[in-house]
Structure formats: structure tokens, C-alpha cells
């Protein structure tokens, strides 16, 4: 099969398309062929082995070579132990042919024509999506139910890095439920995050967000500002979540942070999502049901992921970018 791999961290031309033996299915686990699959900041995180966290797989190679962890496609393939998913009368849960998309990582293996993963990180994929938003979803959408079901009704939201595959979703489901969003990305992305039913939009390359406010809620998809600055923009009883960023500031959540929340009552720390069909199902459903949007901003040939993790890393992308390994 066709697959992209690389072998060394560095930039988009370390990745090459290459033929591999096609993966067998394992115990508990399903051969999917891939029709899409969308660009995650975690794809240019693990090409580059940076922020050091991404180094976690492999610390001067990559152990994972083929990247690109949200994917949408058919079962090709049922591996043996994958019926003690039985559900009713004994089924297994997928049929070879069936659609289906998911969230891979930290398996990763999405830039392929085929992959084996285990069913349990699957969902059957809802017929109102095409191949290509179904993939844009997964770990965006998990990502962003999670951040937003920090926010009552009516509270004030900072989200930074809003103008990705998160933020686009989480500014829906937050302004659906009533929180004032303020969006913070660069000029290029202010009109897509009004558009999306972002109150206030902050350009980050202009203005210090932490400057603004005070927010009841800060989600940080980039995080990479002191524990002081955050605690500066957060309101009284306030909290601020780091999703991604750097591992310098990571640390510092974690252990700065933790303190100065003792003394300011102002919560710091680390939002990690519990990755599944769970965590996503509702959101592609809202989609589905045309509640809410998966803006898709480029599409890309296999052939071309160089090029898409370059457009998606170099911060042209509005909302999601997405590679169609075949047609739908
Ligand atoms: N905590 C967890 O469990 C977990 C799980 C999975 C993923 N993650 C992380 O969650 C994040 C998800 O982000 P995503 O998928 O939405 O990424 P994305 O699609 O790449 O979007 C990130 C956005 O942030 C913008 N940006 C870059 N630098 C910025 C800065 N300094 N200030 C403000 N905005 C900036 C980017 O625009 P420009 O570059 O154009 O400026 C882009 O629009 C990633 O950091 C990922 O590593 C966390």
C-alpha cells in the first residue's frame, strides 16, 4: 500500500510516499481503508519532535513513521479477537464495508491507504458527512466539547488559537450554550472566528490577550505565556486550561501554576482530553443534523501531505485541512 513515512524529526520534506506492507488486523482490532484524513497540530508537533512532549514516542527517531491520527473510511477487514466487541445478538459491531472514523492517536498510521487499529476507537460514520468532514472531526471535536464543558452559560471564554480544527468548533458550541466567546488568532483568521459567533476577536501577532479580560475561562490551544500572565486576565474564582503548547509551559502549569492557584484562588492547569467515540460522537451528530459547521479549508492528495502539514503548519489554514487518500 501506499503510505507516507518519515524516519528523522524535522521539516515537511523528511516525509515521503512510499510503498509498505499493508497492516494485518489484531485481536480486538479492524483494517480500515482510509478515504480521508484531516492535518492535526499533533502531525506537525510529531514531524518535528516539538514541543519535547512529542518526543515521548521516540526520543531521537520517531517509532511511530507514518503520521495522521484522525481518519474516515470502510472496514476492509475484521481481526479475529475484534468479535468479543459482540454487542445483541452477537454481531460483531462493524462489517467489512461499513463506514466508519475515529481518533488513532497516539497509534498514528492515518497517511496510509490502510490501517489497523482497535474497533473500540472507532464509530460508525453518520451518512450526512462525507468522508472528508468525518475526518476533520475526531480529535478536533473532542478537544473542544471537553474545553467547553468548563463554561457555564453567560461566562466570559478567552480561547487562543481559535481559528483551528478546535477553536472553530469549540467557538459553536460555546456560543450555542450561551458563553461570550473571545477569540484570539492571527488578522488573517478575525473574520472566520466573528463569523463563527466569536463576540471579540484579538489578533495575538498585535495585541497580549492576557492584557484584556478579566475571563472567567481561558482555554489555551497554544499555550505559551507565564503563570502571571494568565493569572492576570482570569477573573475572580477564574480558571485557565493549557490543551497544547509548549513543554516549558506545561511544567510551569503544573507546578507554578498549582501554587499560585492556592494563593490567588485563580485554577491553573492542564486540560487532557479523553480521547473516543464518546468525546466526539455528539459533535459530528450536531453536524450531521446541520446544528453546527466542519469548515474544511484546503483538501489535499495523499501525495501531497508535505505540502498539507506545510499550509496547515505554516498557519494559513482556516479551521481544518484534510488529505483524501482516495475518492469517496
Ligand atoms: N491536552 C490534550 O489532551 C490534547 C490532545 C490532543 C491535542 N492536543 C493539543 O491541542 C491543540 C489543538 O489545536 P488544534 O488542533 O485546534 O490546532 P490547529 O488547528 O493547528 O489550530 C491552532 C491555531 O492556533 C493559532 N496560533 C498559533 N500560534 C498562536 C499564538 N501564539 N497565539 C494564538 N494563536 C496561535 C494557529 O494559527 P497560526 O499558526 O496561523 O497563527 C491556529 O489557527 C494542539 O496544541 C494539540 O497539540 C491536546
Not at 37 to 53: F, I, K, M, Q, R
Not at 92 to 103: H, S
Amino acid at each position: 500500500m501506499r503510505a507516507v513515512v518519515y524516519e528523522r524529526y524535522g521539516s515537511p520534506e523528511r516525509l515521503e510516499l512510499r510503498d509498505v506492507p499493508r497492516p494485518v488486523p489484531g485481536a480486538g482490532e479492524v483494517l480500515v481503508e482510509v478515504v480521508a484524513t484531516s492535518v492535526n497540530l499533533s502531525d506537525w508537533e510529531g514531524l518535528h519532535g516539538s514541543p519535547a512532549y512529542a518526543r515521548l514516542g521516540g526520543l531521537f527517531r520517531p517509532r511511530r513513521r507514518i503520521l495522521g491520527s484522525d481518519i474516515a473510511g470502510r472496514i476492509a477487514a475484521v481481526g479475529d479477537g475484534a468479535t468479543r466487541f459482540a454487542v445483541g445478538d452477537g454481531a460483531t459491531r462493524f462489517a467489512v464495508g461499513d463506514a466508519v472514523f475515529g481518533d488513532i492517536m497516539p497509534r498514528y498510521g492515518g497517511f496510509a491507504e490502510f490501517v489497523a487499529v482497535p474497533e473500540s476507537m472507532l464509530a460508525p460514520k453518520p451518512a450526512e458527512l462525507s468522508f472528508a468532514e468525518a475526518a476533520a472531526l475526531p480529535q478536533a471535536a473532542a478537544i473542544a466539547t471537553h474545553a467547553v464543558a468548563l463554561a457555564k452559560p453567560g461566562a466570559r471564554m478567552l480561547l487562543n488559537g481559535a481559528g483551528g480544527g478546535s477553536g472553530s468548533l469549540a467557538i459553536q458550541l460555546a456560543v450555542q450554550q450561551g458563553v461570550q466567546v473571545t477569540a484570539v488568532d492571527n488578522a488573517g483568521k478575525l473574520d472566520f472566528l466573528r463569523a463563527l459567533g466569536a463576540d471579540e476577536v484579538i489578533d495575538y501577532r498585535r495585541d497580549d490577550f492576557t492584557r484584556h479580560g478579566p475571563y472567567d475561562l481561558i482555554v489555551d490551544l497554544v499555550a505559551r505565556r507565564s503563570v502571571f500572565a494568565y493569572t492576570r486576565a482570569l477573573a475572580k474564582g477564574g480558571r485557565c486550561v493549557m490543551v497544547g503548547g509548549t513543554a516549558r509551559t506545561l511544567i510551569r502549569m503544573l507546578t507554578a501554576g498549582a501554587l499560585l492557584g492556592v494563593l490567588t484562588r485563580k485554577h491553573l492547569g492542564v486540560l487532557f482530553v479523553r480521547q473516543g467515540p464518546s468525546a466526539f460522537v455528539p459533535v459530528a451528530e450536531r453536524c450531521a443534523a446541520g446544528e453546527m459547521q466542519v469548515h474544511i479549508d484546503r483538501v489535499f492528495p495523499l501525495d501531497q501531505v508535505p505540502e498539507a502539514l506545510a499550509w496547515h503548519g505554516e498557519g494559513h489554514a482556516l479551521g481544518k485541512v484534510v488529505v483524501a487518500v482516495r475518492g469517496e
